[in-house]
């Protein structure tokens, strides 16, 4: 007697739909290697639960809002021998999430700061904690939007409890007026709570020429330096690389 036409809505009903896709598969192996009923059912709902995880990590990225799929897998740490790869690699460890601490990323353009900082979002996903990926200018433009619709503490409040902020482009333009203020507020409500990693092309010491508000500026750097990673790289532009290349074909 076969027993799927039954065990298929059963499943449905249970939202265990999901063995469907390896049923068949398992039951041909449980036979062959002669597995026991317990061992065919932990094998099931093994697969089950690395279907869900895979499920689970795939929403979290996508609600990331990375530019594309950058991860250490595919970062050519060769191209730039001066990056100091395992101190990179440690962070990718996501210890500094657990520790709350800021990883800041400087360096000329190309050189790879946007690719660190979302492959450490990428890490961070897969260890299952919530990332968003954003530039200075879209973080300050939702908050300037949240205020024109009267749900900026909502707004604000959502940032600061993000496991982990990453924002690219730290200092490419000036804040504009109010917009210090508000990055302020961001890292004073995450100081300490959640991790932000910041990439900028800027030298630490210049970082302060984004604020208009210098004492607000200083206050706001001294939280986001507090017991912060510091990554900084050098060299040549991966951009440069590949449009030489593209240059030669």
Same mark, same amino acid.
């Given at each position: 007697?076969?027993?799927?036409?039954?065990?298929?809505?059963?499943?449905?009903?249970? /939202?265990?739909?999901?063995?469907?896709?390896?049923?068949?598969?398992?039951?041909?192996?449980?036979?062959?290697?002669?597995?026991?009923?317990?061992?065919?059912?932990?094998?099931?709902?093994?697969?089950?639960?690395? /279907?869900?995880?895979?499920?689970k990590?795939?929403? /979290?990225?996508?609600? =990331?809002?990375?530019?594309?799929?950058?991860?250490?897998?595919?970062?050519?740490?060769?191209?730039?021998?001066?990056?100091?790869?395992?101190q990179?690699?440690?962070?990718?460890?996501?210890? &500094?999430? !657990?520790?709350?601490?800021?990883?800041?990323?400087?360096?000329p353009?190309?050189?790879?700061?946007s690719h660190?900082?979302?492959?450490?979002?990428?890490?961070?996903?897969?260890?299952?904690? !919530?990332?968003?990926?954003t530039?200075?200018g879209?973080?300050?433009?939702?908050?300037? =939007?949240?205020? =024109?619709?009267?749900?900026?503490?909502?707004?604000?409040?959502?940032?600061?409890? *993000?496991?982990?902020?990453?924002?690219?482009d730290?200092?490419?333009?000036?804040?504009?007026?109010? !917009?210090?203020?508000? &990055?302020?507020?961001?890292?004073? !409500?995450?100081?300490?709570?959640?991790?932000?990693?910041? *990439?900028?092309?800027?030298?630490?010491?210049?970082?302060?020429?984004? &604020?208009?508000?210098?004492?607000?500026?200083a206050? *706001?750097?001294?939280?986001?330096?507090?017991?912060?990673?510091?990554?900084?790289l050098?060299?040549?532009?991966?951009?440069?690389?590949?449009?030489?290349?593209?240059?030669?074909?």
């Open positions: 007697m076969n027993p799927m036409p039954s065990l298929e809505p059963a499943l449905k009903q249970l /939202r265990l739909s999901g063995i469907l896709d390896s049923m068949e598969v398992r039951n041909k192996q449980a036979i062959e290697d002669k597995l026991s009923h317990v061992e065919f059912l932990a094998m099931l709902i093994q697969d089950e639960v690395a /279907r869900r995880e895979q499920k990590f795939s929403l /979290r990225v996508r609600r =990331a809002g990375f530019r594309s799929e950058k991860t250490f897998e595919i970062f050519d740490f060769g191209y730039n021998p001066s990056i100091n790869k395992a990179v690699l440690d962070l990718a460890t996501c210890r &500094f999430i !657990e520790e709350k601490a800021p990883v800041l990323i400087v360096g353009c190309g050189t790879g700061k660190i900082a979302q492959a450490l979002g990428h890490a961070g996903a897969r260890k299952g904690y !919530e990332v968003l990926f530039s200075v879209k973080l300050m433009g939702m908050l300037q =939007a949240a205020k =024109a619709t009267n749900s900026y503490e909502r707004k604000l409040a959502t940032l600061a409890k *993000t496991d982990l902020l990453i924002i690219d730290f200092g490419l333009k000036p804040f504009k007026t109010s !917009e210090d203020e508000d &990055f302020h507020e961001l890292i004073a !409500e995450r100081y300490e709570r959640c991790p932000t990693v910041i *990439t900028s092309n800027l030298d630490f010491p210049e970082w302060g020429e984004a &604020f208009n508000n210098k004492l607000l500026g206050a *706001t750097l001294d939280r986001i330096g507090h017991g912060a990673y510091k990554v900084v050098e060299g040549r532009s991966f951009r440069s690389s590949r449009e030489e290349a593209m240059l030669k074909n």
